[in-house]
């Protein structure tokens, strides 16, 4: 009898430590990876505010990244993306945080590349022939340049987090035609807008799809919320001039997180 309670409860203990290990490698199998947070205003969160110290990057507290990470506590975080970035200096200025641990990046990056900026001055400014001509020369630019300033960005990505599941967020249609909208823009000047928004989107799906990367469409989440459709999570001309044609606090929660959370 004393053998067997002896054999029976270290059995248990043995039962009950492998159980500990058992619930400890589930524990650690579940962590979220380290992830990384690259790109341009449209990532950093420009247009949604509450960004603490990060002076001109304006990286905001409800951006998608800073949303993504406080909803699934990463092992590490790293927010880099900065207003204002290009393909060029997310590659030459962005990237330190990368390594072999990191297991997702998520990027923004091409519409500066292709002067975005510059295209809305036009056309807020100058006439509807300016307007279509600065739309056309930025569509240009987008097939002739645009493709390899991608590929070289996408290339360190990876050469520098080699395991990453990478994300590469596209950008909204800034308009909804035939909408709410009395003033500004004409509507010709809007689709085209709208068409190169398209374009661009396109060209850095095929891209991302040339490197492995997953593209996350934010499209269609900004569905029915584009400027001029009464209920805009996208700013029009506003001041801070900076916020004019970015996403506000709704566009990043309900226009760029989904997104983020499916494709991560």
């Known amino acids: 009898m004393r053998l067997f309670r002896r054999t029976a409860s270290a059995l248990a203990a043995v039962l009950l430590a492998s159980a500990g290990v058992l619930t400890g490698a589930s524990q650690a199998a579940a962590a979220t990876p380290a992830y990384v947070a690259l790109g341009d205003s449209y990532s950093s969160g420009t247009g949604a505010g509450d960004y603490g110290d990060s002076g001109d990057c304006k990286r905001s507290a409800n951006s998608y990244p800073a949303l993504w990470a406080a909803a699934n506590a990463p092992s590490s975080f790293s927010f880099t993306a900065c207003s204002g970035a290009t393909t060029t200096t997310v590659t030459s200025g962005q990237l330190a945080p990368l390594n072999s641990s990191t297991g997702l990046v998520s990027v923004s990056a091409g519409g500066n590349d292709v002067g975005f900026a510059d295209v809305m001055t036009t056309c807020v400014l100058q006439n509807e022939s300016a307007c279509l001509s600065a ?13 390899g300033r991608l590929n070289t960005m996408y290339s360190a990505i990876r050469s520098k987090a080699p395991n990453a599941k990478v994300v590469v967020l596209g ?3 800034l308009y909804k035609l035939n909408g709410t909208c009395i003033a500004g823009l004409r509507e010709s000047e809007r689709a085209a807008l709208n068409d190169a928004s398209d374009h661009l989107n396109s060209v850095i799906a095929a891209r991302a799809a040339a490197h492995g990367y997953t593209f996350g469409d934010v499209r269609g989440t900004f569905t029915g919320h584009e400027i001029c459709s009464g209920d ?3 700013h029009s001309v506003t001041f801070p001039i900076v916020n004019s044609y970015h996403p506000n606090k709704k566009g990043q929660a309900g226009g760029y997180l989904p997104v983020l959370s499916a494709k991560a």
């Open 135 to 147: 739309v056309a020369t930025a569509r240009s630019q987008m097939d002739s340049m645009l493709p």
């Open 171 to 173: 950008y909204p249609r």
């Open 232 to 234: 805009s999570w996208i």
